[in-house]
């Protein structure tokens, strides 16, 4: 397993805003990925982010809304830009620490923008 | 159709009763297929994984894969009150098909085990 942390815990934000969300890993991992859990919804996939290169974004999603950094193998950053209410949701990091088998999840950032 | 489909619940049993909970899916290039257990206000943590169709066994759980009729299982037995929280099934191609690793999540079911 991995241990993974992630920070802010929650934030409440004004719309317009943007918010960074950190992710850390206990050990060095090739990929990364940042999901969406809205209410009632399936987590989404957001992005897949691997060291040393762009980061490869899902339908629906762009680079100008969700800006993200991989500056190292043991962590990550997910912007949120230009905040508005429909963005509100836990936002999740996750490692794949094997061959693809599966991925281990951080404990979420719940944001609400008002 | 979606991609996962997951009756959401939500589902009340006894405690030491056994719980079944189900995924379908219709992308049969599906190769992993896991369940995960998310606590209230908490990150998914894994359950289980399986690869291509068969059983898995784990204490108390059990996973089962059907690739033949895109059926997933998981089964709980004696469950415990601790066991109460929302339960989510995905799956995964590995890395063919130029899918990267990408997990295809259901939306949940959420399981009460009531004292």
């Known amino acids: 397993s991995a241990v993974i942390s992630q920070k802010p815990s929650r934030d409440i934000c004004q719309r317009g805003t943007s918010l960074t969300i950190q992710c850390q890993v206990d050990?060095?991992?090739?990929?990364m990925f940042w999901y969406r859990q809205q209410p009632g919804q399936s987590l989404t996939l957001i992005a897949t982010?691997?060291?040393?290169?762009?980061?490869?974004?899902e339908s629906g999603f762009v680079i100008d809304k969700f800006p993200i950094s991989r500056p190292n193998l043991t962590f990550s950053t997910l912007t949120v830009s230009n905040m508005s209410p429909e963005d509100s949701s836990i936002y999740l990091c996750?490692?794949?620490?094997?061959?693809?088998?599966?991925?281990?999840f951080g404990p979420g950032t719940r944001l609400l923008v008002l | 159709q979606k991609e996962v489909e997951q009756d959401p619940g939500p589902l009340s049993v006894p405690e030491g009763a056994i719980v079944s909970l189900n995924c379908t899916y219709s992308?049969?290039?599906?190769?992993?297929f896991m369940w995960y257990r998310q606590y209230s206000r908490k990150g998914p943590e894994l359950l289980m994984y399986?690869?291509?169709?068969g059983n898995k066994e784990d204490g108390r759980f059990t996973a089962q894969v059907d690739k033949s009729s895109k059926y997933i299982s998981l089964f709980i037995r004696d469950s415990q009150p601790s066991d109460s929280a929302t339960y989510l099934c995905?799956?995964?191609?590995?890395?063919?098909?130029?899918?990267?690793?990408?997990?295809?999540f259901g939306k949940g079911t959420l399981l009460t085990v009531n004292p």
């Open positions: 399986t690869y291509s169709s």
């Open positions: 995905a799956m995964s191609q590995g890395n063919s098909g130029g899918s990267n690793y990408k997990l295809t």
């Open positions: 050990s060095q991992v090739t990929m």
């Open positions: 982010a691997n060291q040393g290169s762009e980061a490869t974004y």
């Open positions: 996750s490692v794949d620490r094997g061959a693809g088998e599966t991925q281990y």
């Open positions: 992308n049969s290039a599906f190769q992993y």
